[in-house]
């Protein structure tokens, strides 16, 4: 069964720190990562990850996978309070029709 | 925005009625999948739906049942409903080349609650 971690559950930060979350996974025949930002209802993508050591970064915003250690992490720098949301990590199934997402870890900023 | 239309927002309901929630996916997209969030969790994958028919289903038991329409508009049927069952309810709509984009794009949800 596949199975996706990420810690910390939670996070509390100031404005302008920078943060790293992290997410481990256990897939049969790994196809991709994603990661998505929940502020309210609907999950909205961020990046996905293929290729092990090749950084997605959008603005403040960057990510890496690690395909030999089974993991990845998501980093935030110079927080911002609008950068406070849950953040889900979920890797696709073989057959590209499921999702399994992490219980996300719900980052705080403040101001 | 991403074009993926739920409703109801929110509906409650008491033990043993049935439930019918439903999403219209963005233009285009051809497959619909159903998530439960249920408080501080994440999703999980309820089933998939591609060409009107099943295409995937997760750990739900057959209680949970589904249609997709020609339009590819969709619905979740939850009959004889149990207290766990109040969550989120994610409808996310995706063309057949998900994989290769990851864009599964989702909708501000049904907030179910079960009393």
């Known amino acids: 069964e596949d199975k996706v971690v990420q810690s910390p559950l939670s996070l509390v930060v100031h404005e302008g720190d920078t943060v790293t979350l992290n997410c481990s996974y256990e897939v049969t025949n790994f196809r991709s990562l994603l990661w998505y930002k929940q502020e309210k209802k609907a999950p909205t993508f961020l990046f996905m990850l293929?290729?092990?050591?090749i950084e997605k970064k959008s603005g403040r915003l960057s990510s890496i996978l690690d395909k030999k250690e089974l993991f990845s992490i998501l980093n935030i720098t110079a927080t911002q309070t609008g950068d406070s949301a849950v953040y889900l990590c979920?890797?696709?199934?073989?057959?590209?029709?499921?999702?399994?997402f992490g219980g996300g870890t719900r980052l705080m900023v403040k101001p | 925005e991403t074009g993926v239309t739920q409703s109801p927002t929110h509906l409650i309901k008491t033990r043993g009625q049935q439930v019918t929630l439903r999403c219209s996916s963005q233009?285009?997209?051809?497959?619909v999948s159903w998530y439960q969030q249920a408080l501080g969790q994440g999703p999980q994958f309820i089933f998939q739906?591609?060409?009107?028919?099943?295409?995937g289903r997760g750990n739900f038991p057959p209680r949970f049942s589904g249609l997709q329409f020609p339009n590819y508009s969709s619905e979740l049927n939850v009959n004889a409903l149990e207290l766990d069952d109040s969550a989120l309810y994610l409808c996310?709509?995706?063309?057949?080349?998900?994989?290769?984009?990851?864009?599964?794009?989702f909708g501000e949800g049904s907030r179910l609650t079960v009393l």
């Open positions: 739906y591609y060409r009107e028919e099943e295409n």
């Open positions: 996310a709509s995706s063309s057949v080349n998900v994989m290769n984009t990851g864009e599964l794009f």
């Open positions: 293929t290729s092990s050591g």
């Open positions: 979920a890797v696709w199934n073989n057959a590209g029709n499921m999702l399994t």
């Open positions: 233009s285009g997209h051809n497959t």
